[in-house]
Every structure is written in structure tokens, then in C-alpha cells.
């Protein structure tokens, strides 16, 4: 190429061709790949949900959504995963600690254990679980006189949406704790630190992130957990009824747009819900980790 080319302001044929190429090999066939796989899977079957729904209208789907045994069922299915969510997120980060710092007997076991629940079948636990705190089971016989009754009770869908959901905090913390840095805590100590105040000054700003994204992970799988929850909650309506529970009998009853007024109530509010969450988490890491 000659000097006159650059001259009179023409830009030689190899450096636009550099310049249509993308940075990402093969980003457009990836990314239509994506979407598709999206649409499929995901975006669709929801929209589908929301288009039969939107032909009750919002007096009609209010009208489902608003009576008693509605409600009640939402607030037991949203208000147990929460409460399941907020109990792993405690015991599940203390689980992760104790596999990360401690060396004990039968401990690969006890890290195995940890996953059962991924790969127990739902209805296997649900059984299990009704077998152990029934009355006359080898938990519930020694709870009952106590006057604590766990099966067929809204206690038992708290007990079973817990269950599911260790897995999902334990698994989240675990590599965060592996990886933080003890010089941090032993610098903490050597400063004058105490115990509590390296916790939540050092090695819980490492970990809350973590912690809340295993909390999303653990409340999104509870909201909607169906077979580890019926043999145990007893399903009474109003008192121990989830809200799958409820969509499966108006599709059962050929009410589907009562069912799907239900799911999409359910969508609305799990998607609020987890917004929150992934904004706490994003604020979290932008005041202890620096990252976006």
C-alpha cells in the first residue's frame, strides 16, 4: 500500500475488514442460539401463562386472587419459603463453615449428605420427612407431647421447604469461605479484634453475597416446591394448602383460567421478591467487595 493511499484519507481494504469482525468469534450465532433457547424453554411458556390469565381481566383475576383460600394458600407457600430460606441461610453458611475450617470423623459423608436432596426424588422426601415428624414417628412421637405438632401442619411445609433448600446455601458459601483469605482474620486478631468483631467486620463481608445468593437459590426452589410438600403439609385448605397444591386442583376442576390467574399471582410476586434479593446482593458487593 502506498503512502498516497493513507494520504488521501482511504483506509486500506484489510483494516476495515479487521473492523466488521466481531471480538467474540461467532457472538451473533451464540447470541441468536441464546434466545432461542430463552424463548423456548422460558419466555413463552410464561407469556402463555400471562395471556390466558389476561383474559379474565384484572377485576377477574382480582376476584380469584382475593378470596380466602387463595390468599391463604400464597401467604403459606411464600410465607414458608421465606422462613425456610432465612433458616438455611444461617444454619446452611454455619454447615459451610464447620466443612471449610474444621477437620473431623466422617466428615466426606457428612459433605455428601449435603446433596441428598438434590438428588432425592421429591415425593421420596416428602415421605420421609412425614414418616419422621408424624405423631407416631421416631421425631414427631417425642414432639407431640411437648405440644409442638409438625406433620399435616403449616410447621411441616416450613420443615420441608428448609430441607430442599440447605443444599443451595451450603454449596454457594462453601467455595466463598475456601477461598477468602485467613491472613485477614489473623491480622484482625493481631489488631486487637475480638471473635464477634472479625465475624462481622471481616469474614462476613466476604461471604454476604454469597450468602444471599444462596438465599434467592433456596426460596426459588421452596415457592414452588410441590412433592416434598403435600404428604407432609396435609393439605386442609386454609390451613395447610399451598398455592401448587390449588393450581393442580383448578386444572384437575378444568378451571384454567383460574389456575393460570393463580400461577401468574405466584409469578408476579417471586419475581418481586427475587428482584429485592439480586438488589441487596448487588448492594452488598458494591459496599464490601468493590465489584458492580
Not at 488521501?8 to 441464546?34: D, E, K, M, N, W
Not at 414418616?131 to 407431640?144: T, V
Not at 469461605?177 to 468483631?197: F, P, T, V, Y
Request: net charge positive; hydrophobic share 55%.
Amino acid at each position: 500500500m502506498s503512502p498516497t493511499v493513507f494520504a488521501q484519507g482511504h483506509t486500506p481494504r484489510i483494516a476495515r475488514t479487521s473492523a466488521r469482525r466481531s471480538v467474540i468469534p461467532g457472538f451473533g450465532l451464540t447470541l441468536g442460539y441464546t434466545l432461542l433457547y430463552l424463548s423456548l424453554i422460558v419466555l413463552i411458556p410464561l407469556a402463555g401463562v400471562f395471556y390466558k390469565s389476561a383474559g379474565l381481566g384484572l377485576e377477574g383475576i382480582w376476584a380469584i386472587i382475593s378470596t380466602p383460600r387463595v390468599l391463604a394458600a400464597l401467604k403459606l407457600s411464600f410465607g414458608a419459603a421465606l422462613i425456610g430460606a432465612t433458616i438455611n441461610a444461617v444454619f446452611g453458611t454455619l454447615i459451610a463453615w464447620v466443612f471449610v475450617r474444621y477437620t473431623f470423623p466422617g466428615k466426606r459423608f457428612f459433605d455428601a449428605i449435603i446433596d441428598l436432596p438434590f438428588a432425592l426424588p421429591t415425593a421420596v422426601a416428602g415421605i420421609a420427612l412425614t414418616a419422621l415428624y408424624a405423631g407416631n414417628g421416631w421425631i414427631g412421637q417425642y414432639l407431640e407431647p411437648l405440644g409442638i405438632k409438625v406433620a399435616y401442619t403449616p410447621l411441616g411445609v416450613i420443615v420441608a421447604c428448609t430441607f430442599i433448600g440447605l443444599p443451595f446455601v451450603v454449596r454457594t458459601v462453601q467455595p466463598v469461605l475456601q477461598d477468602a483469605e485467613q491472613e485477614l482474620e489473623e491480622a484482625a486478631a493481631s489488631l486487637g479484634a475480638n471473635r464477634w468483631q472479625t465475624i462481622t467486620r471481616v469474614i462476613l463481608p466476604t461471604v454476604l453475597p454469597a450468602v444471599l445468593t444462596g438465599y434467592a437459590l433456596a426460596f426459588a426452589r421452596a415457592v414452588g416446591e410441590y412433592g416434598s410438600v403435600i404428604f407432609i403439609a396435609g393439605n386442609l385448605p386454609m390451613v395447610s394448602e399451598i398455592a401448587p397444591l390449588l393450581i393442580i386442583i383448578k386444572l384437575e376442576e378444568f378451571d384454567y383460567a383460574g389456575a393460570t390467574a393463580v400461577a401468574t399471582a405466584m409469578l408476579i410476586l417471586s419475581f418481586f421478591l427475587l428482584l429485592v434479593i439480586n438488589a441487596l446482593q448487588a448492594w452488598a458487593r458494591r459496599r464490601h467487595g468493590g465489584k458492580p
